[in-house]
Structure formats: C-alpha cells, structure tokens
C-alpha cells in the first residue's frame, strides 16, 4: 500500500511539473517580450510573437521531464529532504538548460532570446519548490487537525518492524503514524504495548478513545506460520487492513522483489535484477563508450597489436573462456601475453607475483592492463560490460564456489571490465573473499550514478596496479 501511493504520488507529481514547464515557458516569454518592453528595460532587437516559441513547447517538455526523472527528481525520500530536493531541482534545470540551449543553437529559422531560456531557468526551479512547499504545507496542517492520518500498529518490534518505522518516517506527507508494537519478546522496550495476544484489546482500546487503528503491519519471520494464521483470524472480524511484511533478514538477499503468476505473490529472494529503463539505459551507455573509446585508441590498439606479433609467435589475441551473466559463459577477449604453449604442461595457473610466463611486451600489457583493451569488443558483443564483477574462469570457479561463501551470486550481474573490488584494491592475487564482498555490495547498490562513479575511479587511479602481473 505504502508503495503503491508513493508511485501515485509521485506520478501526479510528474504531471503536475509537466504542467509548470509550459506555464514557466509561456511566462517567460511574457516576460520578455512583453513585461520588460512595457518597463523600458532590455530592448527588444527583434519582437516574434508567441507561436514561434509555443511550436517547441512539445519537444521542451520531453526534455525537461526525462532530465527530470533521469536527475532523480521522482525519488520519493527525495520530496521530504528540502536541501535534497533544491539541489536535486537546480541539477536538474542546470542540465536541461544546457541541453535546451544546445538543441536551439541547430535551429536556424530564428535566434532563441537568451533571455527567455535565462528566465524560463529561473521561473521553473521557483514554481516546482513552491509547487512542493504547498503540498507539504496543506499535509501538515490537514494532520495538525486529525485529518490524512493512517494509525498503524506493528505486530513484531524486530529488525523488519523497525525497518518499517524507519519508512514511515521517510514518507512524511503519506500520514503514516506507528501507535505502537506488540512484541511477546521484547516487553522491556518503551514502545512495546504488550503482546501478540493483546492485538485485539489494543485496538478495542484506540476505537474507543476515538483514535482507531487503520492499519496492521506483521513483520514476523516466515517460520512464525502459527502466529500469522492466528492474526489474520483475529483481524477478520475487524475494519483495520492487515499487510505481510515477512522478515527475511535471517536469509541471504540479493535483488530480492515480490511479483505475482496468476495471483500468486512469489518473493523473490535471489534472483538477477530485473530488466527496467535503468538497465537499457546502461546498455545503450556502454555501447555508446565503448564504440567511441574503440574509436579514439584504434591507433594504440594497432601499435600493440603490432608489439605482440614481433614478441613471440602466435596470434595478437587470446581467447579466455570466462564465466559471466546467469552462468553463461564467453570467450573474453585479450591482447596475447604469453607464448602460444605457456599453459600446455601447467593447465590454468592463478597469476601471482614472479612469474615468468610472460612475454617482455605481455608483461608491460599486464602491468598497465593494456591487455584488457580488447574486451571493450565483448562489451559491444553483449557478453560484458563496461562496469561489473570480474568475470573469472570456470576452472577457478569450481574450486572457489565451495570454500568461499556466496561467490557464485557475484554471477547475477553481467561481468564487466572494470568494477567496485577493483577500483578498490582487490584484483589480481589479493583476497577473493574481499573481492566477493565488493562485488555483492555493487550489485546489491547498484546505480548508474555508481556505474559513473567507478568508470571516474578507474581513470583517476590509472591502470597500473601492483596486483597486476
């Protein structure tokens, strides 16, 4: 239900600030065309009337709304946070102005007014917080006087029901009020008001004080059937809506969501992230870096190409079967680093400091990680991408898999080039549990702002490492 309102919220949001950019538009072309002609200030050197402007209120309002919504701005904790909010508005504008004016400088029908798209910068941030400002005023005085309040009682005072309190304060202006817990374990604690077994006396006693009860989250764990059943056969016979929110925290989670197959609720507890704009948004990200990266070093790719050839006889890449997204696997591709036959007698060996398998040119690929260039073509291939866990070979696999907890779910992300354990110190002959906490924590975190944040951290730190041999 929380969420449900919050995405409806958020959508007449959305409308609502579609609205203001044609108003913020519109005003500014007043403004200047006709507020400030009248006032004797900034003098017109060419008067177009409204038509020419309004002919581009479609396209301004696409843009403005996807710089919105890419800028974060319909993050529901985001409308609370007044500093959040302003910064994230200002971004915004800051962004979609630049794009405006960019877009406007190929139109050569008529100049744009500077002016204009100057005031038309200044009215929107101004009506979208005012627009806010109003929202929460109206909520805060309407709760001031009993009204969109939600009284909520939460059976289970453990991790998942504070979580939940935690929630309902993050979503101010939904009126969530928590009157309390009931608890059988944790009867010391203050805001504990009795037992499981007290639900129905609790809200006898809020219905007859005038004050009752809309609404009853269980946070139990799952393995507390017996308590549950009782609590729904308790609240059958009420008005209060009753919700489920099973505590999961003894379990391992990953990208863990609930959906529904014909009705049926299915949580799921370990799964791959699911396909969403974000994730097409990545992709056409990586496609588009590394298609033009490929482009701009094509002559450095040649000159090691041309390095490796004369180093040793063989072919210039290497093809390494490596294990990425789901299990699949993928022959990744790199410069040649080491003669053709170096692993005919060991089999695959874990690179480690001294070694002496490769080449003088492998070596310096290695260090500088000049040999992992080519692999921006399994990126364009789809097997890989720019950012995510390393993808390891399947040999090292089966060996890792059982010693070392959760490894294998480092494969619910594409592999990638770069990745979080990496800017981070943890590649090469470093601790694998580590890389496996890093990885786990990127893919339980992930974002495209996090996805930037490495791409910076990987050409800020350089590529060479003292891992890398």
Not at 87 to 98: D, L, N
Not at 318 to 329: A, C, H, I, P, V
Request: with cysteine.
């Amino acid at each position: 239900m929380l969420q449900e309102q919050s995405r409806l919220f958020q959508r007449l949001l959305f409308f609502a600030d579609a609205l203001i950019v044609v108003v913020s538009w519109v005003l500014a072309y007043y403004t200047r065309f006709e507020l400030f002609p009248w006032l004797g200030v900034f003098p017109l050197p060419e008067w177009l009337p409204l038509s020419m402007y309004t002919r581009f209120v479609p396209w301004v309002l696409i843009l403005s709304m996807l710089v919105f919504w890419a800028s974060g701005l319909y993050v529901p904790d985001r409308a609370q946070r007044m500093s959040t909010l302003i910064y994230t508005i200002t971004k915004a504008i800051v962004i979609g102005i630049i794009f405006a004016a960019a877009a406007t400088s190929f139109y050569r029908a008529f100049y744009f007014s500077r002016l204009h798209m100057l005031l038309f910068g200044m009215y929107l941030p101004l009506l979208l917080v005012l627009l806010r400002l109003a929202i929460l005023t109206y909520l805060k005085r309407g709760r001031a006087q009993g009204r969109f309040l939600r009284r909520v009682l939460i059976v289970g005072a453990g991790r998942t029901g504070r979580r939940l309190e935690d929630a309902f304060h993050q979503y101010p202006w939904m009126g969530f009020e928590t009157v309390g817990f009931l608890d059988d374990a944790k009867q010391d604690e203050g805001d504990v008001v009795g037992t499981i077994d007290d639900l129905g006396a609790v809200l006898d006693r809020h219905e007859a004080n005038g004050s009752p009860i809309q609404y009853v989250y269980v946070t139990l764990p799952i393995s507390a059937t017996d308590r549950i059943t009782q609590i729904t056969n308790e609240m059958s016979s009420r008005l209060a809506h009753v919700c489920l929110v099973p505590d999961l925290f003894q379990l391992d989670l990953l990208n863990s969501r609930i959906t529904d197959i014909g009705g049926l609720p299915v949580i799921h507890i370990i799964d791959e992230a699911p396909l969403d704009f974000r994730r097409g948004v990545k992709r056409f990200i990586d496609i588009a870096f590394s298609a033009l990266f490929l482009l701009v070093i094509s002559p450095i790719l040649l000159l090691i190409a041309i390095a490796v050839k004369l180093s040793s006889p063989g072919p210039v890449f290497y093809r390494q079967e490596r294990m990425g997204l789901n299990g699949l696997t993928f022959d990744m591709l790199k410069f040649r680093s080491m003669p053709v036959d170096a692993e005919q007698k060991s089999g695959a060996v874990w690179a480690k400091a001294g070694e002496s398998r490769a080449t003088r040119v492998g070596a310096f690929l290695r260090k500088t990680s000049l040999d992992e260039l080519p692999q921006f073509f399994n990126v364009l291939k789809g097997d890989m991408s720019v950012v995510g866990p390393r993808p390891e070979r399947p040999v090292f696999i089966e060996e890792f898999r059982g010693q070392i907890p959760k490894y294998m779910l480092r494969h619910k992300m594409k592999a990638g080039i770069t990745g979080w354990a990496q800017v981070n110190g943890w590649r090469g002959n470093t601790s694998i549990e580590k890389r496996i906490e890093f990885d786990l924590y990127y893919i339980q975190n992930w974002s495209l702002r996090l996805d930037l944040k490495i791409m910076l951290m990987t050409v800020w730190k350089g590529f060479v490492h003292e891992n890398a041999y």
